[in-house]
């Protein structure tokens, strides 16, 4: 479990007791910045919402990994969730609204994804490319939009450029909020 920070000692105490593995912050916030030390636009949406350590923070801990599944707690899975013995770079789930925001220029520059929810994904971090992310942001998400909405946003946009990529099947997987 990666600290943000916001974590009491008890809190994470009783997480290890539960046999969670915690992340320090400081490290771990000193391993991210080197990595994304060339982006200064990155580095400005990370440190303008937490949601991009989501993105960024779970990316770069975890980079060596062949996937990560990234799961928030409104999340809803109802029984075994089949996952394909060909796994594809991108596995997400979807919304009949979509939450993005930014430029409204951004989907008629940049594919992107409709109705994709950052709420359950699956993905190898290799499709993280912190060039276009960095580009993304610049041209369309910094200065603009609700800031919570932004890193679904840097999602969907890297979703249009994976080729491999595949939903979860929504009678599995249901985001409730």
Same mark, same amino acid.
């Given at each position: 479990?990666?600290?943000?920070?916001?974590?009491?000692?008890?809190?994470?105490?009783?997480?290890?007791?539960?046999?969670?593995?915690?992340?320090?912050?400081?490290?771990?916030?000193?391993?991210?910045?080197?990595? $994304?030390?060339?982006?200064?636009?990155?580095?400005?949406?990370?440190?303008?919402?937490?949601?991009?350590?989501?993105?960024?923070?779970?990316?770069?801990?975890?980079?060596?990994?062949?996937? $990560?599944?990234?799961?928030?707690?409104?999340?809803? $899975?109802?029984?075994?969730?089949?996952?394909?013995?060909?796994?594809?770079?991108?596995?997400?789930?979807?919304?009949?609204?979509?939450?993005?925001?930014?430029?409204?220029?951004?989907?008629?520059?940049?594919?992107?994804?409709?109705?994709?929810?950052?709420?359950?994904?699956?993905?190898?971090?290799?499709?993280?490319?912190?060039?276009?992310?960095?580009?993304?942001?610049?041209?369309?998400?910094?200065?603009?939009?609700?800031?919570?909405?932004?890193?679904?946003?840097?999602?969907?946009?890297?979703?249009? #450029?994976?080729?491999?990529?595949?939903?979860?099947?929504? #009678?599995?997987?249901?985001?409730?909020?």
């Amino acid at each position: 479990m990666l600290d943000d920070g916001t974590l009491s000692e008890g809190s994470k105490d009783d997480l290890r007791e539960e046999g969670f593995t915690m992340l320090d912050s400081d490290s771990s916030n000193a391993k991210i910045e080197e990595e $994304i030390r060339g982006y200064e636009f990155l580095k400005r949406l990370r440190r303008r919402s937490i949601m991009f350590r989501k993105l960024i923070d779970t990316t770069v801990l975890f980079k060596d990994c062949d996937r $990560i599944l990234y799961l928030d707690t409104d999340v809803f $899975i109802r029984k075994k969730i089949q996952i394909p013995s060909n796994i594809p770079n991108f596995l997400f789930s979807v919304a009949d609204v979509t939450g993005y925001s930014g430029s409204p220029l951004l989907p008629l520059r940049v594919p992107v994804v409709r109705g994709l929810n950052g709420g359950i994904l699956l993905y190898n971090p290799q499709i993280c490319d912190w060039e276009f992310l960095n580009e993304v942001a610049r041209r369309y998400l910094l200065g603009t939009g609700k800031p919570w909405w932004l890193e679904q946003t840097c999602w969907a946009a890297l979703a249009g #450029r994976v080729e491999n990529k595949g939903v979860f099947d929504g #009678r599995d997987v249901r985001n409730v909020s």
